[in-house]
């Protein structure tokens, strides 16, 4: 018999050996009073799908779709259903899940080869009826364990040419794949049991493709509610472009340039257009400057996007149109540290918008931007107070202030001033390569991994801390930094194609530190395991400008 502690209620049974999670589940069930339905769980903090049968004494956690591994198995398995749907309409089509968008996911889809028509509204209403048959039915998703040369076969017959690419490069000796009838899919994490769990989601027409709506993450009851992001749409779209041109839209494909020598290309290639974006930016700004007076450039992105390593290489471009750039920093009018707000926990809330004098910081731009002497201060972060030593500050000529931050497209940060004076930029890391055409990268895993290793090289926090942080620092962005994105004059996207191929060698060592006994693991686990799909490349040939450099060390630029 095995010994199970249920996590959830701190509570131990007996089990034969080969109990389900799900049986597991009926025996603590009565105990828990959990007010969502569970969909997922974890085994020494490690996701598993519910089906997962165990034969040693473990620890299990359930989890509803309010965690990021029960939401995220849920939102896998909502898009097989999608896929499945589309195959028994339209075989022989293709469907691509991109990128999370509008607080759902955006699916670009083909028809059959030689059908050149647009997907329609009625399409639409079609796979969404025959989705909603499938859940009726119940279907189970049935997980098969083969070698990865079979699990190859089986994908190469059906034409699946994103995951046999991504399997013959993982390395791997075996590979789990999921049927749902006779449809087979690959997913890098797990599903729910069978289709009838999934009972909040909703399918529309969005652009040339579809919109699949999830669950929101707070109220797995009802539905995300949409939030209208064109702007973010069109950067999306323009990354996906160039990820076209460059033949390299998934792991498989990155992993094959790689093998044929192509890395320091795919690098230079990356790191020129991203150039390219920010000369444009600053001919732009330079344009306004001449042409309308402007006077503030205003920066913002959420965590590890590269906001202060594009900031210095926008500076430079800007110097090299005839302008001086002034840094103004947000952080030397922080409010005294006795009154800054607090969090519910009473630690100190620094990512809220009145840890900012924001009242006296927009009375200085203005008076600066008038072309008066400005005296500002200096915030001391030893004593926490602000100080005045006596640095005054005026502008002259064509210059600009540049002010990065992540208030800096917060209305009340500069509410009177002329948004004729304002050029504000939106920075993110928004990753356009998946691992196949149904398994997208979340972009949030993009920057935990960067700051994971930025924090670490810099010797600020372990990987167990900074993953712990995480939660708290997403919750941030939500409430101060994304809101208002779409307010952005233009939106830079700093992931490069190459990119998880060269923070692989960097984060293995690192997130392996993070022990199996404590919650982090969970989050360790699925970066780690995402990342070694990639083969790693060496960053020595990463420029020192780069804003890679910012992350895994060696920038040029004085941080």
């Not at 939102?75 to 759902?104: I, M, N, W």
């Not at 076209?244 to 094959?256: C, E, R, T």
């Not at 959420?302 to 926008?314: A, Y």
């Not at 700093?494 to 530190?513: D, K, M, Q, Y």
Request: hydrophobic share 35%.
């Amino acid at each position: 018999m095995l010994q199970i502690r249920c996590k959830n209620i701190n509570k131990t049974k007996s089990f034969p050996e080969g109990t389900s999670l799900l049986e597991v589940y009926d025996a603590f069930m009565d105990e828990m009073e959990l007010p969502y339905p569970i969909v997922a769980a974890k085994v020494n903090n490690t996701p598993q799908g519910l089906k997962f049968r165990l034969y040693q004494n473990r620890d299990v956690e359930f989890l509803d779709a309010r965690e990021g591994p029960g939401h995220y198995a849920y939102v896998r398995s909502l898009c097989f259903v999608l896929y499945k749907a589309t195959q028994d309409l339209f075989p022989g089509s293709k469907l691509f899940v991109e990128h999370p968008l509008e607080r759902g996911y955006y699916c670009n889809f083909r028809f059959s080869r030689g059908e050149t028509r647009e997907m329609s509204a009625d399409d639409v209403a079609l796979i969404r009826k025959r989705m909603q048959e499938i859940i009726n039915l119940d279907m189970p998703f049935r997980r098969n364990e083969a070698t990865t040369e079979e699990a190859i076969r089986v994908f190469s017959e059906r034409g699946f040419s994103d995951k046999v690419k991504l399997l013959e490069t993982s390395g791997q000796i075996y590979s789990d794949y999921y049927m749902l009838g006779d449809t087979a899919d690959y997913y890098y994490g797990p599903l729910v049991p069978s289709a009838g769990y999934l009972t909040v989601w909703e399918l529309e027409p969005y652009h040339e493709g579809l919109l699949l709506r999830v669950p929101d993450w707070n109220d797995p009851s009802r539905l995300a509610e949409k939030a209208s992001m064109p702007k973010t749409y069109e950067m999306f779209a323009e990354k996906v472009r160039w990820d076209v041109i460059m033949h390299l839209s998934n792991a498989g494909d990155v992993n094959k340039a790689v093998l044929k020598g192509y890395a320091s290309e795919l690098i230079q290639v990356s790191e020129a257009l991203q150039e390219k974006k920010i000369v444009q930016i600053a001919e732009e700004i330079t344009r306004r400057v001449r042409e309308s007076n402007l006077k503030l450039v205003l920066i913002t992105g959420p965590s590890s996007s590269g906001k202060t390593t594009f900031c210095k290489r926008l500076s430079i471009q800007l110097l090299a149109c005839g302008l001086r750039p002034y840094s103004f920093s947000t952080d030397d009018y922080f409010v005294n540290r006795v009154d800054t707000p607090l969090l519910p926990n009473g630690d100190y809330d620094f990512d809220n918008i009145e840890t900012v004098e924001y009242s006296l910081l927009e009375d200085h731009l203005t008076r600066l931007m008038n072309g008066e002497r400005v005296e500002v201060p200096e915030y001391n972060f030893k004593t926490g107070k602000r100080e005045w030593n006596g640095k005054k500050l005026k502008l002259t000529g064509e210059s600009v202030l540049i002010i990065e931050g992540i208030h800096a497209l917060n209305p009340l940060l500069t509410r009177h001033i002329d948004d004729a004076l304002k050029f504000k930029i939106y920075i993110s890391a928004l990753t356009s390569i998946s691992l196949d055409d149904h398994n997208w990268i979340p972009t949030r895993d993009n920057r935990l991994l960067r700051r994971i290793i930025r924090d670490y090289n810099k010797g600020a926090f372990t990987a167990k801390e900074t993953i712990a942080q995480w939660k708290n620092v997403c919750a941030a962005e939500d409430q101060w930094i994304f809101p208002y994105q779409e307010t952005a004059d233009v939106m830079f996207n700093s992931a490069l194609n190459i990119e998880f191929a060269v923070l692989r060698p960097h984060a293995e060592v690192i997130l392996g530190s993070v022990p199996k006994n404590c919650p982090e693991y969970t989050d360790a686990h699925r970066l780690m395991k995402f990342i070694r799909f990639f083969i790693p490349v060496s960053d020595k040939e990463i420029p020192p400008t780069s804003i890679m450099r910012e992350f895994v060390g060696g920038s040029s630029f004085k941080y």
